[in-house]
Structures are given as structure tokens and as C-alpha cells.
DNA sequence: CAGAATCCGGCACGATACTG
DNA sequence: CAGTATCGTGCCGGATTCTG
């Protein structure tokens, strides 16, 4: 069930404009489908908490993150790890506890979370100042 | 009326977690806030449109963006415009016409948007291939 | 042309309860 | 402990119509 882009079909018609063609549609692409595995509520911040804390167990997870339910934290963490970007390893211990890890190709996120951390920081201060 | 982050109190019992404690709570609140500003289906591809395509009108972006619905549209140039990242200017031509037009601020994003691409596009070359 | 107004369906997200 | 199941709700986003 993979919905890649399937809201933008990618008929554009450039009956005035001859400029924006071949590439360019293809990174409009490209950032749909990244924002379509970020977005969500939660998924930045688990992802986060992940490439910082590394290995985790799902009640920590819960405590950590702050706010979020038992039911989301669990759908996104599904979500993530369809997508390859966390793994998710059950111990065979007396109550049984699951480990969640980020994957190699979930660090590949942390350019991204970064340099949105960072706008999101210097963004806070503009607004806090002016205004 | 300015929400910031207000979803997220500030309070993190430390019961049994004494690692993660004084900025590790700014970056997640940062990251929250920038994600508020990106959130939204159309957001990133009005800005990324508009930084590459500089000065618009609105029915430019109407044409170009293909897909969004002039509410929408209108809805999130305002949302821009309230975080200072775009301006509107009206042109008091004959059928009046408005010109919006990416702010020095709104060209930080530019990072943002373009890590998030990339990794779209590697991404989208990943799930292509596996599977 | 550049929108505002209105109506509406779906799903993202939350709260609570239950299970192995 | 690590989840599912169920139910409810807001609001996000789309389609359509009207206006200056």
C-alpha cells in the first residue's frame, strides 16, 4: 500500500510557462514524499528521541516523549517502521519488553531534524523579540 | 494569538531519567514550532515556489502549484505572511493584481527545504528499488 | 483577478478500557 | 509491559459559489 505522490498527479500544463519543467517537478515529488514521512504530530520528535537516546524501550519512549498516547506512539512507531527507519526487536523477557532502535538509514534523517531544530530555534527567538 | 507550543507543557517528571534534561526540552520545543510553520500540505511547496520562482502573483501559484484549491492557497500565503516569511504587495493595476514575494527571513528556510528534498529524493530511490 | 463565504467529509489525534 | 480496541471530536483540506 504504497501511496507515493498519488495526490499530485503530474500533469502540469505550461500553457504560459516554459521555464519550470523537467527537474523541478521532481523535487516537489521528493519533498512530498519526505514530508509524508514526517509528518505527524510525533514522528519528528520519536525520531529525535531515538537518533539521541539510541536504544529504547517503548515505556520509555512513553514517558519521554511527553504528552503522547499509548495508541499514537504505537501507530507511529509502525508507521516508522514500514518505512525502514526504526527497528523494533522483542526480548523474551518475563514481562516482555520491545527495544526500539533507529536503523542506519533512519540516521540519514538527522540532517533533516537538525536543520529543522535549528530554524525552529532561531525562529523562536526572532518571534520572541519582535512582538 | 500566538500558539507556541503550547501543546507541549513544560514539565517532565525525571523519576528514573536523570540524563536528558535542560536543552534537550529547547530542541524539542524548537522543533515543534518550526514544524508548526511547515505543517500543512501545501506550505513547503508554496515557499520552495516561491524561492525559485521569485516574485508571484497569486494566480501564478495557483496555476503552478497544481493541485491546491484557491482557499488553500490563500489560507497559507496569510499564515506565511502572519510568520513574516512571504509579503503581499497590490498592484493597482486595471484587475487588480497581488505579488507575493519570499522575505531575506522567509530565504532561511531555503536549508530546510532543500535538506528535506534531498532526502526526499534519495529516499524515493530507496523505496523504488527494495521492493 | 484575488480572494471571502459556506458547506462538508474524512482522518489525525485524543481518552479510556481491555488483553496476553 | 506493550500494545490493541473502541469511541468520540476537531480541524484540515476540498468543492463550489459569490464579490469588488
Given at each position: 500500500m504504497n501511496k507515493f505522490s498519488k495526490s499530485h498527479p503530474v500533469t502540469v500544463d505550461l500553457t504560459k510557462h516554459t521555464?519550470?519543467?523537467?527537474d523541478h517537478n521532481e523535487r516537489v515529488l521528493a519533498i512530498n514524499d519526505a514530508m509524508d514521512v514526517i509528518r505527524g504530530k510525533w514522528k519528528v520528535q520519536i525520531i529525535g528521541t531515538l537518533l539521541f537516546g539510541g536504544k529504547m524501550r517503548f515505556m520509555d519512549l512513553l514517558r519521554i516523549i511527553d504528552g503522547i498516547a499509548a495508541k499514537m506512539l504505537s501507530k507511529e512507531l509502525q508507521d516508522l517502521e514500514a518505512h525502514q527507519l526504526v527497528t523494533r526487536t522483542v526480548k523474551e523477557t518475563k514481562p516482555i519488553t520491545v527495544e526500539y532502535e533507529i536503523t542506519e538509514y533512519g540516521k540519514s534523517l538527522e540532517t533533516v531534524i537538525k536543520s529543522v531544530a535549528d530554524w525552529g530555534i532561531q525562529h523562536r527567538r526572532k518571534m520572541m523579540q519582535r512582538k
Open positions: 521555464c519550470c519543467t523537467s
